[in-house]
Structure formats: C-alpha cells, structure tokens
C-alpha cells in the first residue's frame, strides 16, 4: 500500500490522505463561504476601508494609495485567520465539533490544515479585489516582481494570526472567544498601523505598536512597495519570525491541553 494511503474509505475506495486534506479543506470553505456572519465582514471590510481611506481621501496621490495598499493587504489576512480560529474552534469546541473530529479516523492535522486553506483563500480573495483598486482606481503601478513579493508578504501574515487565534480559540469559550478576537483584531489593527497613521498617535501608542506583530508586518509590506530595503527590513522579518515561533508553542501548549 502506497504511504500516502490512509485508513479512511469512501463508499468503495480508499483515499489518500492528500484526497481527505482536500476534501476537509473544500467541506471548511463551503461552511464558511454559507456564514455570511462570516464571510460578509471579512470580504467586504478591507476593500471597503481601502476604497475610502486609499483612494477617496488620497485623492490622485497614487503613492498615498500604494503605502495604504500595503497595511489593508495585513488587514486583509487579519479578520479571516482571528476569527476563523479564534471564535470559530472556540464555538467548534463548545458544540462538540471538535471532539467528533478527534475521534473520527481523519489526520490529526486534516482539521488544522483546512482551517488554514480556509483563511489563506479568504485572504487571497481579498487580495487580489485590492490589487485591481489600487491598479485600477489608485493608479499603482508596481513591477510584477513587487506585485508577487507583496502578495507573499500579506499571505504568509496569515500564519501569526491562526496561530494566536488558536490560542484564544482553545483556550476559552465561544462567548469569551468572540469577545477576546474583536479585541485582539481591534488592538492589532488599529495600534499596529493598518488603519491609520502610527504618527498621528502619542509617542507611548507609537511605541505599544513595535510589540505587535501587525507592526511588523506593515513595515515589510511598506519596503515592498516601494521598493527598497533596508537593515530595519532584515529586524522586522525576524520579530515577524519571533512571533510566529512564539504564537506556535502557546497554541502547540494549549492544543495539548485541549485534545488530552
């Protein structure tokens, strides 16, 4: 039997496990793309602040809109891997879901993994609606290479945010879960930099941003746009790193606890 065979059958045939990732991932989207609590807020809202803040107040100032492109791409990824995670396992956990997935003969990470498909395809939807604003409305024109540089930068922000998602997710319950990820989503955003201008805050707020991973990550989309980097890139890629190390024991931890 090939190593890629599972133990799970279909009416006649056995899958591989490839085949089970997939078809978990594909059952993930569906029962996100029918929760219009969902899916409406994480899909509209990015494009939304954007199309206000990045192309009505910036007028024709196409820089203006290319660095504002930068910090809604984090946004972007921010919404659907928080609350995927966080509320949504918190309120899989509450209603048994969780439980059923670990006593059914599917991969321990099939569960995981499709939550993970769940919000890098959210977020690549999100993405590429900025894309052509910015390219369309906002008159950014940005070489092809800088265009998938930045597209691999906001993708990839979504590993932090499951992950400290995880965290809340397995660590609390639906009420609390939800009330901790619109928390956490309100403090990255805003505090990190995404919404607004750091410089328009006092300088202790200023300094709050540079223990937050959004923070970061805006820093390294801003160097893609423009197109240069710099030492402080290389500083800001490791924090990036950290946080990811960092968000992955706490949920590794509270994942432990929470299938014992």
């Known amino acids: ?55 009505l107040f910036a007028g024709s100032n ?36 969780l439980a059923l997935k670990r006593v059914s003969p599917l991969p321990p990470g099939a569960f995981l993994a499709a939550r993970l498909a769940c919000a890098l395809v959210f977020t690549l939807i999100v993405l590429l609606c900025l894309y052509a604003l910015a390219a369309g409305a906002g008159g950014v024109t940005l070489p092809a290479a800088t265009w998938l540089t930045l597209l691999a930068i906001q993708l990839t922000s979504v590993l932090p ?32 930099g995404l919404w607004m201008p750091l410089s328009l805050f006092p300088t202790w707020l200023q300094d709050v941003a540079i223990g937050l991973p959004t923070y970061h990550l805006d820093c390294l989309a801003l160097a893609a746009v423009r197109g240069h980097a710099t030492t402080g890139t290389l ?26």
């Open 62 to 97: 196409a820089d203006t809109a290319r660095d504002l492109l930068a910090g809604y791409g984090i946004l972007a990824a921010l919404g659907p891997s928080l609350f995927g995670f966080g509320a949504g396992i918190a309120a899989d956990r509450d209603n048994g879901i």
């Open 161 to 192: 945010f499951c992950l400290l998602g995880l965290c809340i997710g397995l660590s609390t319950g639906s009420s609390a879960a939800m009330a901790l990820t619109n928390i956490a989503f309100a403090s990255l955003a805003v505090l990190g």
């Open 235 to 260: 500083v800001h890629a490791l924090a990036t790193a950290g946080f990811i190390a960092a968000f992955g024991g706490f949920a590794w931890r509270a994942w432990a606890a929470a299938t014992r």
């Open 1 to 55: 039997m090939n190593a890629m065979t599972t133990t799970i059958a279909s009416d006649s045939y056995p899958m591989t496990a490839l085949q089970v990732y997939f078809r978990e991932a594909r059952a993930e989207l569906v029962r996100a793309w029918r929760t219009p609590a969902f899916a409406l807020p994480t899909l509209l809202m990015p494009l939304a602040f954007y199309c206000l803040f990045g192309l």
